[in-house]
């Protein structure tokens, strides 16, 4: 069966509660109380940004893709710089920033986008990026 997620979540939850094996609501057994439903996950703005803006280029490894993996990155950058970068790379590259060229000339001439970011964006994608690095992404 295809759905679109788009779809009316009414059908949706009609669709899951009542036709699909897996998720049907069994006919005899009690339902249970909204106080024993699992907690949602919570995701917080940065991590939310992370997915929404940056994870169709970037991986938080080191796998590459359009642009570098993130792993460790807030170890070999300085904050200032990482800053400035989330915030306007286009003009840093303009001006011939010497590890925003070289990335640039790395990455097959693909400029990362400026996204416009608020200050307090680019401080909080710079902590949520400090935070995922793994220990293994260390240099020891
Ligand atoms: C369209 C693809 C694209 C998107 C979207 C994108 N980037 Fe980039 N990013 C790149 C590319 C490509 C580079 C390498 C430099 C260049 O070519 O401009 C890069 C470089 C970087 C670097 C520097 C890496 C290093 O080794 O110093 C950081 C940090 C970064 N991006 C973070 C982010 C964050 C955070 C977001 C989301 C807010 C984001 N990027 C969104 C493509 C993208």
């Not at 840093?92 to 307090?120: C, F, G, H, T």
């Amino acid at each position: 069966m295809k759905k679109t997620p788009f779809d009316e979540p009414k059908s949706l939850a009609w669709l899951l509660s009542y036709t699909l094996p897996e998720t049907k609501i069994k006919p005899n057994v009690p339902h249970l109380s909204y106080a024993e439903a699992k907690q949602l996950p919570n995701l917080s703005k940065a991590e939310d940004l992370f997915r929404f803006r940056c994870s169709s280029c970037h991986s938080l490894g080191l796998e590459k893709g359009l642009g570098p993996g993130l792993a460790g990155v807030t170890k070999i950058r300085d904050r200032v710089w990482l800053k400035r970068w989330l915030k306007e790379p286009d003009k840093m590259l303009a001006e011939k920033d010497q590890i925003a060229v070289d990335l640039y000339n790395q990455y097959n001439k693909v400029l990362m986008p400026n996204l416009r970011l608020s200050d307090s964006d680019a401080e909080a994608l710079i902590d949520y990026l400090d935070s995922t690095a793994k220990p293994k992404d260390h240099i020891h």
